[in-house]
């Protein structure tokens, strides 16, 4: 008899992991149009028209998949975590909302123009629009990563028994709205999360060029547009590594057992703590095996001083203590491959200014790689945020020197729902979204292996859209309605 | 403003938001359920699809919007509700899910066996979202099998007897019949012909399920009408609707479309409104023991966050409402394809 917890948690993690494979390109991928598109608008120069209206074709079908698996998680918190929806409904479910009106509106709304709009509005209008699109997407980053930082590192609120029913029960209530918003943990891992997501537009777009010109294709659009991509990535790397390092320094008091899950520190003693490079813990021993660990770095890495020792796992109860295998390598996944794609984008800068990148196809061929690793990092980071947070769905807090209840993730689930159903709603996502994912491989590929039109095809189409309008004036007598192109060329 | 009033407040945003949400993505559903009865070839299937493709998101938003708000305002009843129709909510999503995709995928690769795939896809999950939405209000409408603390004690086969169908057929026709105004809107020439010659019998399918649908009301959910007996003058509602629902085939007969759409916008808010005063003050009227029930009072989140949340709304409507309408005006006009259509 498998259970509604496990169950529960398995289909959270498996739909929000798939959902976010295309949020984070979504906005990377969105200042990485918008870069292309401001060149053009000021140069005016067609082949960074032809940049632009590539990378909105790929945005497009990358941004319907991001809409189609998102709405699975807002019904999922009320459908499999009722529970928790009540505990917590007064706090995130304000963030939500507020998500719902700052970005999806203006998101949707403006995706119309830059999708559709090429050739009805201006190129100042539709860059504008770009703007908004990549303006909501951050947006909804915002939001959604104040409300999990929250459950992270609660603030601005208190705990209210309420009577239902002659049967009190907790729940959180907002006291100070802007503390909420800001609580500790919003900034640093909100800043953290943008730029992870700002890293993978940038590798992207460096990854199709990079392709694009091993295969002598599409050469004038591909280079124009690494000399944007390749130096954000790098910008971007190194400031993903500086608001990864403040993110963790906070944990040490905001959420000690999840610091020493990451580094599977077990035992405290008054020694400086030593850093693992890699290593198999092994919490039940509390030991790591095979483990290379570097003495002192971790104080100085938590507390810029050598010499003072960290808290380890034995300062937490057991009852409160989160797995320690997953979060430790899922950490030091995401660590290694930020470390990896800072030297190969800075690489790839310094022989791209020395004008000599197109001499290096194995660095090319890294870069074409780079996506995954990106997307890589992304999802690990997030694993090791999330099972970190255990047991805990919201974590305990101390506001003003009081000491607020948190929720147990196994206190969140709906009461009404059976391990049957989840099973078999676990087993419809597994069916969709694997159909999903190969048709969205399948149709990505098709766009990426037919690339950007060349000038003359964006030539030839202007002429035909306004040989149509005329006709169409002619015809209808009156204003130009363009309705040439009744295939699709793409 | 006092806890109570804004708590009423909130209750008929969210009225706002659902009506709005029916309106919009109701002619788009309505025209995915149309689409394989309507076009006959392919560059009339993409004219089909392509008439909604820059607004669909946006009106999905509203939904999305809706489920925000009411996670925030009434937790408690997003929390019952939702884990309620946990087997419904799933396969609702898949439709949106398979709308969504249908859309962006259909018209990316030329293969027939491909795009009739699609084609079949957003047909299906057009008609049974409808059909969902339907079902969901229905037993809302008529109450549910809530336990005590807002356990839900009943299941998927509880939520599929005759009065929740019968409101499901009622938000098929009434989508369908909304979709094909609209699409007369979008069309012209032998398109739109054929467009024509499905109205009226949308209409005759729509008028004859919403006469069977009053009459099971009164029949089968006599609390519905508990509030219009205690507030007569609320009797408006169900007279302008009626009234509204006569002047679909007039205002079309008149050569006046964009007044019949109008008129099939309203009939939507009518019913919303009726549903909405129909359920008042419960969300989920408990059929076990009315004590059970979740209402306005225990569902709500506290006085402050309300407060809060309608700042939230008051800043973010007015950009809401100006961004939609500059969409709908730049996507204004009959339905085109070019280099950017699906």
């Known amino acids: ?490 | 403003m006092s806890y109570d009033t804004i708590t009423l407040v909130w209750f008929f945003l969210l009225g706002v938001l659902l009506t709005g949400y029916a309106i919009l993505d109701g002619f788009d559903l309505g025209v995915g359920i149309l689409h394989p009865f309507i076009a006959k070839d392919d560059r009339e299937r993409r004219l089909v699809m392509n008439s909604i493709g820059p607004l669909w998101d946006g009106n999905e938003v509203w939904l999305v919007t809706f489920g925000g708000a009411l996670f925030a305002a009434f937790p408690n009843a997003y929390a019952t509700v939702f884990s309620s129709f946990y087997a419904a909510f799933h396969l609702l999503l898949t439709c949106l899910i398979g709308r969504a995709v249908s859309l962006e995928f259909r018209s990316k690769v030329h293969s027939t066996a491909w795009r009739r795939f699609w084609d079949t896809g957003f047909f299906l999950s057009s008609i049974t979202a409808a059909a969902l939405l339907g079902i969901a209000g229905g037993n809302v409408m008529a109450g549910m099998q809530v336990g005590p603390m807002f356990r839900y004690e009943g299941g998927l086969l509880d939520q599929l007897y005759w009065y929740p169908l019968l409101v499901g057929a009622l938000t098929v026709s009434l989508f369908a019949l909304h979709g094909s105004i609209y699409l007369f809107l979008k069309t012209e020439d032998e398109l739109q012909q054929r467009v024509r010659s499905r109205i009226l019998p949308l209409f005759y399918c729509f008028a004859g399920l919403y006469a069977v649908v009053t009459i099971a009301t009164w029949l089968h959910v006599p609390h519905a009408t508990e509030t219009l007996t205690r507030h007569p003058w609320l009797w408006i509602v169900p007279v302008l609707n009626a009234l509204a629902v006569l002047n679909i085939p007039r205002a079309m007969h008149l050569g006046k479309p964009g007044y019949a759409f109008f008129t099939s916008s309203m009939v939507i808010a009518a019913l919303a409104s009726l549903f909405s005063v129909a359920i008042f003050p419960n969300f989920v009227l408990s059929t076990i023991d009315p004590a059970y029930s979740v209402t306005l009072e225990n569902a709500r989140s506290s006085h402050q966050t309300l407060i809060t949340m309608l700042w939230i709304a008051l800043i973010g409507m007015p950009c809401v409402a100006s961004y939609t309408i500059t969409i709908y005006w730049i996507f204004r006009g009959k339905v085109q394809l070019d280099s950017n259509s699906y």
């Open chain 1, 1 to 490: 008899m498998m259970d509604v917890e496990l169950l529960s948690r398995l289909q959270f993690a498996g739909t929000i992991m798939f959902h976010y494979l295309f949020p984070p390109l979504s906005i990377g991928l969105g200042l990485q149009l918008f870069l292309c598109e401001l060149a053009y608008v000021r140069t005016g120069h067609p082949a960074w028209e032809a940049a632009a209206r590539f990378w909105t074709r790929v945005f497009a079908v990358n941004f319907a998949m991001g809409v189609a698996t998102g709405i699975v998680m807002e019904f999922e918190f009320g459908t499999n975590w009722a529970a928790y929806s009540r505990f917590v409904g007064d706090v995130f479910g304000s963030a939500l909302a507020a998500e719902g009106i700052f970005a999806f509106f203006l998101e949707s709304g403006f995706l119309a123009i830059l999708v559709f709009g090429w050739d009805r509005v201006g190129p100042k209008m539709h860059l504008f629009s770009t703007l908004m699109v990549f303006l909501g997407s951050v947006f909804s980053a915002v939001w959604i990563v104040i409300a999990n930082s929250w459950q992270q590192t609660p603030a601005g609120y208190h705990i209210v028994w309420q009577e239902i029913q002659g049967q009190s029960i907790p729940r959180a209530e907002v006291t100070d709205f802007w503390a909420m918003v800001f609580n500790p943990s919003s900034v640093d891992r909100l800043t953290h999360t943008l730029i992870g997501a700002l890293v993978l537009g940038a590798f992207f777009v460096a990854s199709v060029c990079s392709f694009y010109l091993l295969k002598q294709r599409h050469e004038d659009v591909a280079r124009r547009c690494l000399s944007i991509a390749l130096p954000s990535a790098l910008v971007f790397t190194l400031l993903a590594a500086l608001t990864g390092h403040d993110s963790a320094q906070k944990l040490v008091d905001t959420q000690p057992a999840k610091l020493a899950a990451m580094e599977a520190h077990f035992e405290t003693t008054d020694q400086p703590t030593g850093l693992y490079l890699f290593g198999w813990p092994d919490a039940e021993n509390e030991t790591v095996h095979f483990g290379v660990r570097v003495p002192w770095l971790l104080s100085l890495m938590v507390y810029n001083d050598p010499g003072k020792p960290v808290p380890g796992m034995d300062q937490i109860p057991e009852s409160d203590r989160p797995p320690v295998w997953l979060p430790f390598q899922t950490f030091h996944l995401m660590v290694g491959l930020g470390t990896m794609m800072i030297v190969l984008a800075a690489l790839a800068c310094w022989f791209w200014f020395k004008q000599t990148y197109q001499n290096h196809r194995w660095l090319m061929w890294s870069i074409v790689l780079m996506p995954l690793a990106a997307m890589t990092a992304n999802q690990a980071g997030w694993i090791t945020a999330e099972v970190g947070r255990q047991p805990w769905i919201v974590h305990p807090s101390v506001q003003n020197g009081v000491e607020m209840m948190g929720l147990r993730t196994k206190d969140g689930l709906s009461e009404s729902v059976t391990a049957e159903q989840v099973l078999s709603s676990i087993v419809l996502f597994a069916v969709i979204y694997s159909l999903l994912f190969a048709v969205w491989i399948f149709v990505l590929n098709h766009k990426i292996q037919h690339g950007p039109e060349s000038i003359e095809e964006l030539e030839s189409h202007k002429r035909t859209r306004s040989a149509s309008k005329l006709s169409d004036q002619i015809r209808h007598g009156g204003t130009g309605r363009g309705g040439g192109l009744m295939d699709e060329e793409l």
